[in-house]
């Protein structure tokens, strides 16, 4: 079943829950365990499984997610046939309804017309699991399915896979029909369509709010969430950046925590996710946070509970305390003081 599908990610989706993290990006380029980008799972996913063709609908702040795929060469979907494909949405004021959206893909239906994959797999780009669509696939065709929804739980993962010739219906019908999305399809009750679903049963992490950002993120810190997740024979890539190991001080402690290579750590840091080429100064104790590339943290800093944006300094003596349910959110690029302590 190689080469029989082709992969859809709509990456259009905003949301205010996640606002302090995505003002400057789109939640797919939201920057997650160390050294990954959210899009990352679902991509590799489908690379995974032998798809060699994926479209990606992005509509906000989608420069830094350009910037990270760039022409899909990590993922080898660098290619004269196929390969990695941008459609941005002409229409940016105009918010989509749901996930795949009929209207963005009518904008771009010669990319479907084209296609020789006889089924399409569309998702959204914030849901973290490592699944083997292959699975989701034989099972569609072996119940003989119009449309098969991923599930874990009992809550969809927005995840669907249906013939091609079926999307290209529904796109073109949508005005008769009064479907917008796939998941419009899916949520009706009325319809003539076989609608099958498919149990994964093995991690999955949604990240739709910053309080399951912020849990999710440190549940990696257990090995068997980590096991479940990054499979050796199904890895999870990412754009490669060749940066020198960590480097570790006499004075520096390490307990329960990720860290990066590129980093410089002087301090203690205990429970926490330290992303590349980030510096933590003498006497700083960092615990239960989330540290983003190339944050410059001072001497004798205290952090609990933070997640911390790419490249923000931190001054010396700073000391900042956020909850499990509410961790404190300091925003890119921006200088956190003395005189700012929290």
């Given amino acids: 079943m190689n080469k029989m599908m082709l992969g859809v990610i709509d990456a259009t989706t905003y949301?205010?829950?996640?606002?302090?993290l995505t003002l400057h990006r789109s939640i797919a380029a939201v920057p997650f365990a160390g050294r990954y980008r959210l899009i990352d799972f679902v991509l590799s996913n489908m690379v995974n499984s032998g798809i060699e063709s994926v479209a990606i609908f992005p509509k906000y702040q989608y420069r830094s997610l350009m910037d990270h795929l760039g022409s899909g060469k990590n993922w080898d979907l660098n290619r004269k046939r196929d390969g990695l494909f941008f459609f941005p949405s002409p229409d940016l004021n105009i918010p989509s309804p749901h996930l795949g959206a009929f209207q963005h893909f009518e904008q771009h239906i010669d990319y479907f017309l084209r296609s020789k994959q006889k089924y399409a797999l569309i998702c959204n780009s914030y849901t973290v699991c490592n699944i083997d669509y292959h699975s989701v696939l034989k099972r569609h065709i072996d119940n003989q399915c119009?449309?098969?929804?991923?599930?874990?739980?009992?809550?969809?993962?927005?995840?669907?896979?249906?013939?091609?010739?079926?999307?290209?219906?529904?796109?073109?019908?949508r005005v008769h029909t009064g479907y917008n999305s796939i998941v419009d399809?899916?949520?009706?009750?009325?319809?003539?369509?076989?609608?099958?679903?498919?149990?994964?049963?093995g991690y999955v992490?949604?990240?739709?709010?910053?309080?399951?950002?912020?849990?999710?993120?440190?549940?990696?810190?257990?090995?068997?969430?980590?096991?479940?997740?990054?499979?050796?024979c199904r890895p999870i890539y990412t754009?490669?950046?060749?940066?020198?190991?960590?480097?570790?001080?006499?004075?520096?402690?390490?307990?329960?925590?990720?860290?990066a290579n590129g980093c410089v750590i002087e301090g203690h840091v205990e429970n926490s996710i330290i992303f590349r080429a980030v510096k933590i100064g003498k006497g700083t104790v960092v615990k239960n946070s989330v540290i983003m590339q190339k944050?410059?943290?001072?001497?004798?800093?205290?952090?609990?509970?933070?997640?911390?944006d790419k490249d923000v300094k931190v001054e010396n003596g700073v000391k900042i305390y956020g909850t499990e349910r509410q961790p404190f959110v300091i925003r890119k690029g921006t200088v956190q003081g003395a005189l700012m302590n929290q």
Avoid at 157 to 172: P, Q, V, Y
Avoid at 185 to 201: A, G, P, T, W
Avoid at 207 to 232: M, T
Avoid at 295 to 308: K, N, R
């Fill in 295 to 308: 944050t410059q943290i001072g001497e004798q800093c205290e952090l609990d509970s933070v997640i911390i």
């Fill in 15 to 20: 949301m205010e829950s996640l606002r302090e």
């Fill in 185 to 201: 399809v899916v949520r009706d009750s009325f319809h003539q369509l076989k609608i099958c679903d498919y149990e994964h049963n």
């Fill in 239 to 259: 754009k490669v950046k060749d940066e020198p190991p960590t480097k570790y001080t006499e004075s520096a402690i390490v307990k329960n925590s990720m860290v």
């Fill in 146 to 173: 119009d449309i098969t929804e991923v599930r874990y739980q009992g809550r969809s993962l927005e995840m669907f896979i249906l013939e091609t010739s079926l999307l290209l219906d529904l796109i073109a019908n």
């Fill in 205 to 232: 992490a949604i990240i739709d709010s910053i309080e399951k950002y912020f849990r999710h993120s440190l549940e990696l810190l257990n090995p068997e969430v980590w096991q479940q997740l990054f499979v050796k």
